[in-house]
């Protein structure tokens, strides 16, 4: 679920910061292990049970509003459980770009906090910055069962099917559906578009004009990188190169060639016919647009559901349907989004970084997800919390959540539903928009999305350049 407000890139200064910490070998210290290959182990139970006093543990997080409430509730079942021995603090860092910015001054600065909440389009530089101590090794430690986690969802925060972080708020995209539109242009709700191609069928028949004006598009859809990762995620192809960054760096983006090409092409017609509004890069603008009932349909994540539950009422039914592919033959499935806990090793002493597991563990738990679930509408992350009482009985009030339950389930484990970790991703996302909208308003879209894919290769460069192996 990537909320309004955390779903925008990451500017060029954060960039250099970046690069900058990975070139210096993103050093510093302060009390406890250091700088060292040692600060990277997972201690044992004896660490925290040997440690005297309460252990203090600092947890970085993104969340506001009905889900920073969730992470207060959390964290004080937590403390409740371990009182006397662990104290979690929960401090809100902003949204996720201020949150990993911040995070790596903390890191120049030598007093990273022991947890973080890391965007999943950071993971790259999480692993390179070699700050922190990788969840499978805490689990092989204890011989924890980490296939209790979803496997698309671990499948994401995995290189070589080991887990580098614990996934905490995940979400997917859907498309969303006007029923009583649907209903009134002659179209079953019941049986959405499954395509780019389908949708643009639908969205004929969906669009009404009065007196030269649109009253109604059959689309709408922010200007979004995230969208071009999901569309050729879905054709089955990856979205850079070097099996998506996975089997070792990425060295170039790939969405210049026919998937993304396909996706810009697509975008064009749309708005040139007359099925789609501009309303540009803010996913603001384009929720509005959906929310006031001036289109039939919409792409966006789970994390809108609830607001868009809130905002069609007395207006239109909302339903929800599985994000499209680009073509009815494709194979591939979407990415999950939305973000992970890191446990921070450098700088921290055996028994915090035990503490920070056992907070890990404990809000991975099927009984912490079910209420985490249906207090923010994110997955929970282990699949047994949907078995509960309480989760079965949140789905059954609000069935339109299913719908990503299911293209959960329904996605095959891949390397291009993995999707693409590279240590620019934020700024590749960018500049993949900046592309889409160069075609939008008039560029060959070929043409577009290869200006776009040149225009980031510099950038990849300089920091794979500094990256220390």
Not at 158 to 168: A, E
Not at 450 to 463: G, L, S
Request: hydrophobic share 35%; aromatic share 8%.
């Amino acid at each position: 679920m990537r909320s309004v407000g955390q779903r925008r890139t990451t500017t060029a200064a954060a960039l250099l910061a970046a690069v900058a910490l990975v070139a210096a070998g993103c050093g510093g210290g302060s009390e406890g292990d250091g700088d060292s290959a040692a600060a990277q182990d997972a201690p044992g139970a004896d660490a925290l049970e040997n440690a005297s006093g309460v252990t203090k543990v600092t947890f970085w997080h993104a969340m506001k509003g009905a889900n920073g409430e969730a992470v207060d509730k959390l964290v004080k079942a937590f403390n409740a459980k371990n009182s006397g021995k662990i104290e979690v603090q929960a401090v809100y860092q902003g949204d996720y770009d201020e949150t990993i910015t911040k995070y790596k001054t903390s890191v120049q600065q030598g007093n990273t906090p022991s947890i973080v909440q890391i965007y999943d389009i950071g993971s790259r530089f999480m692993i390179d910055s070699k700050q922190t101590v990788p969840v499978h090794k805490f689990a092989e430690k204890d011989s924890y069962p980490l296939t209790d986690i979803e496997p698309n969802i671990a499948n994401y925060y995995s290189i070589d099917g080991k887990m580098n972080s614990m996934p905490f708020n995940t979400s997917m995209p859907l498309l969303y559906i006007n029923k009583e539109a649907f209903t009134k242009a002659g179209l079953d709700p019941n049986k959405p578009p499954t395509s780019l191609e389908e949708i643009m069928e639908a969205s004929k028949k969906l669009t009404i004009k009065k007196g030269g004006s649109t009253v109604q598009y059959g689309f709408n859809a922010a200007i979004y990188g995230w969208f071009v990762e999901q569309l050729i995620a879905q054709s089955g192809t990856t979205y850079c190169d070097n099996d998506n960054g996975r089997k070792d760096l990425a060295t170039k983006v790939q969405f210049d060639e026919d998937p993304g090409v396909k996706v810009a092409t697509w975008y064009q017609q749309m708005i040139k016919l007359g099925y789609m509004p501009n309303t540009g890069k803010k996913t603001d603008d384009a929720q509005a647009v959906f929310k006031s009932g001036t289109s039939a349909m919409h792409l966006e994540s789970t994390g809108s559901l609830r607001g868009y539950l809130e905002a069609a009422k007395g207006k239109f039914t909302l339903a929800t349907a599985p994000f499209p592919k680009i073509s009815a033959a494709d194979t591939g499935g979407p990415i999950i989004g939305g973000a992970s806990l890191w446990i921070n090793g450098v700088g921290h002493n055996d028994a915090v970084k035990r503490a920070s597991w056992e907070f890990v563990k404990f809000a991975a738990t099927p009984e912490q997800q079910a209420t985490w679930h249906t207090g923010t509408g994110y997955f929970p992350i282990n699949s047994r919390a949907l078995d509960l009482p309480e989760d079965k009985a949140w789905v059954a009030q609000y069935p339109q959540f299913t719908t990503a339950i299911t293209q959960l389930h329904n996605t095959k484990p891949s390397t291009p539903s993995a999707g693409c970790i590279l240590g620019v991703m934020p700024q590749a996302r960018k500049a993949a928009e900046d592309g889409l909208e160069k075609a939008v308003l008039g560029t060959d879209p070929k043409q577009a999305m290869a200006d776009a894919a040149k225009a980031i290769q510099p950038e990849i460069e300089k920091y794979n350049s500094t990256v220390k192996k």
